[in-house]
Protein backbone atom coordinates (compact mmCIF):
# COMPACT_ATOMS: atom_id res chain seq x y z
CA UNK A 1 0.00 0.00 0.00
CA UNK A 2 1.11 3.27 -0.65
CA UNK A 3 2.46 5.60 1.90
CA UNK A 4 0.64 8.97 3.14
CA UNK A 5 2.39 12.13 4.90
CA UNK A 6 0.34 13.82 6.85
CA UNK A 7 0.70 17.29 9.04
CA UNK A 8 1.41 16.46 12.86
CA UNK A 9 -1.17 18.79 14.57
CA UNK A 10 -3.46 21.89 12.50
CA UNK A 11 -5.53 24.15 14.27
CA UNK A 12 -8.90 25.98 13.17
CA UNK A 13 -11.43 28.13 14.50
CA UNK A 14 -14.89 27.23 15.27
CA UNK A 15 -17.00 28.18 12.53
CA UNK A 16 -14.49 28.06 9.65
CA UNK A 17 -13.25 25.97 7.28
CA UNK A 18 -10.52 23.27 8.05
CA UNK A 19 -8.74 22.00 5.47
CA UNK A 20 -6.66 19.08 6.09
CA UNK A 21 -4.10 17.83 3.70
CA UNK A 22 -2.40 14.35 2.89
CA UNK A 23 0.27 13.28 0.33
CA UNK A 24 0.60 10.14 -0.85
CA UNK A 25 3.00 10.54 -4.11
CA UNK A 26 3.27 6.51 -4.52
CA UNK A 27 -0.46 5.79 -4.82
CA UNK A 28 -1.22 3.55 -7.71
CA UNK A 29 -4.09 3.77 -9.58
CA UNK A 30 -6.04 1.33 -8.49
CA UNK A 31 -5.89 2.19 -4.53
CA UNK A 32 -8.79 4.55 -3.15
CA UNK A 33 -7.56 7.27 -0.50
CA UNK A 34 -10.01 7.48 2.57
CA UNK A 35 -10.44 9.19 5.66
CA UNK A 36 -11.11 7.99 9.03
CA UNK A 37 -11.12 10.31 11.82
CA UNK A 38 -10.93 9.49 16.06
CA UNK A 39 -12.32 11.52 18.85
CA UNK A 40 -10.27 10.63 21.95
CA UNK A 41 -11.10 7.37 23.57
CA UNK A 42 -13.33 6.55 20.53
CA UNK A 43 -12.80 4.16 17.69
CA UNK A 44 -11.90 5.71 14.18
CA UNK A 45 -15.01 6.97 12.21
CA UNK A 46 -15.50 6.82 8.40
CA UNK A 47 -15.39 10.13 7.17
CA UNK A 48 -14.97 9.93 3.13
CA UNK A 49 -13.24 8.25 0.28
CA UNK A 50 -12.60 8.25 -3.62
CA UNK A 51 -10.43 7.45 -6.47
CA UNK A 52 -9.99 10.52 -8.91
CA UNK A 53 -13.39 12.51 -8.40
CA UNK A 54 -14.01 15.08 -5.79
CA UNK A 55 -16.16 13.59 -3.53
CA UNK A 56 -18.70 15.53 -1.13
CA UNK A 57 -20.92 13.73 1.50
CA UNK A 58 -22.51 15.32 4.77
CA UNK A 59 -19.61 15.58 6.82
CA UNK A 60 -16.79 16.55 4.68
CA UNK A 61 -15.38 17.09 0.84
CA UNK A 62 -12.42 15.35 -0.59
CA UNK A 63 -10.38 17.03 -2.83
CA UNK A 64 -7.89 14.57 -5.00
CA UNK A 65 -5.36 16.54 -7.17
CA UNK A 66 -5.19 15.51 -10.84
CA UNK A 67 -2.06 13.61 -10.42
CA UNK A 68 -3.62 11.83 -7.45
CA UNK A 69 -0.63 12.40 -5.35
CA UNK A 70 -1.86 14.51 -2.76
CA UNK A 71 -5.70 15.20 -1.25
CA UNK A 72 -7.45 17.54 1.04
CA UNK A 73 -9.65 16.90 3.08
CA UNK A 74 -12.41 20.04 4.31
CA UNK A 75 -14.50 20.17 6.62
CA UNK A 76 -16.57 23.50 6.01
CA UNK A 77 -17.56 24.74 9.27
CA UNK A 78 -15.42 23.13 12.44
CA UNK A 79 -17.29 22.84 15.30
CA UNK A 80 -15.62 21.58 18.31
CA UNK A 81 -16.65 18.54 18.34
CA UNK A 82 -14.59 18.01 14.83
CA UNK A 83 -11.38 17.90 17.23
CA UNK A 84 -9.92 14.72 16.56
CA UNK A 85 -6.70 12.99 14.49
CA UNK A 86 -7.72 12.75 11.21
CA UNK A 87 -6.03 9.37 9.35
CA UNK A 88 -5.81 9.92 5.45
CA UNK A 89 -5.16 6.20 4.15
CA UNK A 90 -4.56 4.67 0.78
CA UNK A 91 -5.71 0.90 0.46
CA UNK A 92 -6.63 -1.36 -2.71
CA UNK A 93 -8.96 -3.82 -2.31
CA UNK A 94 -9.32 -7.79 -3.27
CA UNK A 95 -7.31 -9.84 -1.22
CA UNK A 96 -4.80 -7.80 -0.04
CA UNK A 97 -7.12 -5.39 1.38
CA UNK A 98 -6.34 -3.44 4.40
CA UNK A 99 -6.90 -0.48 6.42
CA UNK A 100 -3.20 0.73 7.49
CA UNK A 101 -3.43 4.01 9.75
CA UNK A 102 -0.12 6.27 9.92
CA UNK A 103 -0.30 8.76 12.90
CA UNK A 104 -2.46 11.33 11.35
CA UNK A 105 -3.20 14.91 12.08
CA UNK A 106 -4.49 15.99 15.38
CA UNK A 107 -6.65 18.53 14.58
CA UNK A 108 -7.92 20.95 17.49
CA UNK A 109 -10.58 23.76 16.94
CA UNK A 110 -10.63 26.31 19.15
CA UNK A 111 -13.68 28.66 20.11
CA UNK B 1 -28.19 -1.80 14.19
CA UNK B 2 -26.18 -1.43 17.26
CA UNK B 3 -22.69 -1.37 15.17
CA UNK B 4 -19.95 -2.78 16.17
CA UNK B 5 -20.33 -4.76 19.97
CA UNK B 6 -17.15 -5.43 21.90
CA UNK B 7 -16.48 -6.78 25.11
CA UNK B 8 -15.67 -6.38 27.61
CA UNK B 9 -15.05 -2.18 27.27
CA UNK B 10 -11.94 -2.60 30.24
CA UNK B 11 -10.05 -5.55 31.03
CA UNK B 12 -7.53 -5.35 34.00
CA UNK B 13 -5.40 -8.63 34.51
CA UNK B 14 -2.75 -10.13 35.82
CA UNK B 15 0.80 -11.07 34.46
CA UNK B 16 0.65 -14.80 32.71
CA UNK B 17 -2.98 -14.91 32.74
CA UNK B 18 -5.18 -15.69 29.54
CA UNK B 19 -6.84 -12.69 28.36
CA UNK B 20 -10.47 -13.39 25.54
CA UNK B 21 -11.55 -10.07 23.87
CA UNK B 22 -14.90 -10.62 22.02
CA UNK B 23 -16.65 -8.85 19.12
CA UNK B 24 -19.60 -9.17 17.10
CA UNK B 25 -19.10 -7.66 13.97
CA UNK B 26 -22.35 -5.94 12.27
CA UNK B 27 -24.99 -8.34 10.86
CA UNK B 28 -24.17 -8.81 7.13
CA UNK B 29 -20.43 -7.77 7.20
CA UNK B 30 -18.51 -10.29 5.57
CA UNK B 31 -15.05 -8.76 6.72
CA UNK B 32 -13.85 -8.50 10.17
CA UNK B 33 -10.22 -6.43 11.41
CA UNK B 34 -8.88 -6.63 14.96
CA UNK B 35 -6.15 -3.33 15.24
CA UNK B 36 -4.49 -3.08 18.50
CA UNK B 37 -3.32 0.75 19.68
CA UNK B 38 -0.95 2.35 21.62
CA UNK B 39 0.57 5.81 22.42
CA UNK B 40 4.11 4.66 21.32
CA UNK B 41 3.23 2.61 18.23
CA UNK B 42 -0.30 4.18 17.02
CA UNK B 43 -2.74 1.59 15.34
CA UNK B 44 -1.94 -1.69 14.22
CA UNK B 45 -3.49 -4.19 12.10
CA UNK B 46 -3.44 -7.78 13.81
CA UNK B 47 -5.53 -10.18 11.85
CA UNK B 48 -8.02 -9.62 8.96
CA UNK B 49 -10.87 -12.05 8.33
CA UNK B 50 -13.04 -12.69 5.25
CA UNK B 51 -16.32 -14.66 5.19
CA UNK B 52 -14.93 -16.23 8.54
CA UNK B 53 -11.49 -17.27 6.92
CA UNK B 54 -7.89 -15.24 8.33
CA UNK B 55 -6.73 -13.48 5.49
CA UNK B 56 -3.56 -11.51 6.50
CA UNK B 57 -2.33 -12.42 10.29
CA UNK B 58 1.31 -10.57 9.42
CA UNK B 59 0.75 -7.78 12.15
CA UNK B 60 -0.33 -10.81 15.15
CA UNK B 61 3.12 -9.85 17.24
CA UNK B 62 3.91 -13.04 18.63
CA UNK B 63 2.63 -16.85 19.50
CA UNK B 64 0.73 -15.73 22.53
CA UNK B 65 -1.89 -13.92 20.04
CA UNK B 66 -4.56 -16.19 18.47
CA UNK B 67 -7.64 -15.10 16.65
CA UNK B 68 -10.56 -16.84 15.69
CA UNK B 69 -14.21 -16.44 13.63
CA UNK B 70 -15.84 -19.65 14.13
CA UNK B 71 -18.94 -17.69 12.68
CA UNK B 72 -20.23 -14.79 10.93
CA UNK B 73 -21.61 -13.15 14.20
CA UNK B 74 -18.44 -13.84 16.45
CA UNK B 75 -14.78 -13.14 16.74
CA UNK B 76 -12.34 -13.73 19.23
CA UNK B 77 -8.70 -12.32 19.94
CA UNK B 78 -7.09 -14.52 23.02
CA UNK B 79 -3.65 -13.51 24.42
CA UNK B 80 -2.28 -16.16 26.32
CA UNK B 81 -0.01 -15.71 28.82
CA UNK B 82 -0.66 -11.74 28.60
CA UNK B 83 2.20 -9.75 29.14
CA UNK B 84 2.59 -6.34 31.14
CA UNK B 85 3.45 -5.01 27.01
CA UNK B 86 0.23 -6.15 25.71
CA UNK B 87 -1.13 -3.28 27.38
CA UNK B 88 -3.54 -1.14 25.19
CA UNK B 89 -6.61 -0.65 23.18
CA UNK B 90 -8.37 -3.16 21.09
CA UNK B 91 -10.60 -2.16 18.76
CA UNK B 92 -13.16 -4.34 16.26
CA UNK B 93 -14.10 -3.39 12.83
CA UNK B 94 -16.28 -4.70 10.61
CA UNK B 95 -17.44 -3.54 6.34
CA UNK B 96 -19.39 -5.21 4.49
CA UNK B 97 -16.80 -7.01 2.04
CA UNK B 98 -12.90 -6.42 1.34
CA UNK B 99 -12.33 -4.42 -1.30
CA UNK B 100 -13.05 -1.37 -2.94
CA UNK B 101 -15.26 1.34 -2.02
CA UNK B 102 -16.19 0.34 1.61
CA UNK B 103 -16.54 2.21 4.57
CA UNK B 104 -15.00 -0.15 8.12
CA UNK B 105 -17.22 -0.02 10.99
CA UNK B 106 -14.95 0.39 14.54
CA UNK B 107 -16.01 -0.54 17.71
CA UNK B 108 -15.76 1.14 20.86
CA UNK B 109 -12.92 -0.73 22.14
CA UNK B 110 -11.15 -2.78 24.45
CA UNK B 111 -9.28 -1.24 27.10
CA UNK B 112 -6.64 -4.36 28.76
CA UNK B 113 -4.43 -3.52 31.12
CA UNK B 114 -1.86 -6.40 32.02
CA UNK B 115 -0.39 -5.37 35.36
Known amino acids: DAKTTQPTSMDCAEGRAANLPCNHS???????VYWYRQIHSQGPQYIIH???NNETNEMASLIITEDRKSSTLILPHATLRDTAVYYCIVGSGGSNYKLTFGKGTLLTVNP | DAGVIQSPRHEVTEMGQEVTLRCKPISGHNSLFWYRQTMMRGLELLIY????????DSGMPEDRFSAKMPNASFSTLKIQPSEPRDSAVYFC?????????????FGQGTRLTVV
Open chain 2, 49 to 56: FNNNVPID
Open chain 2, 93 to 105: ASTIRAGLDTEAF
Open chain 1, 50 to 52: GLK
Open chain 1, 26 to 32: TISGNEY
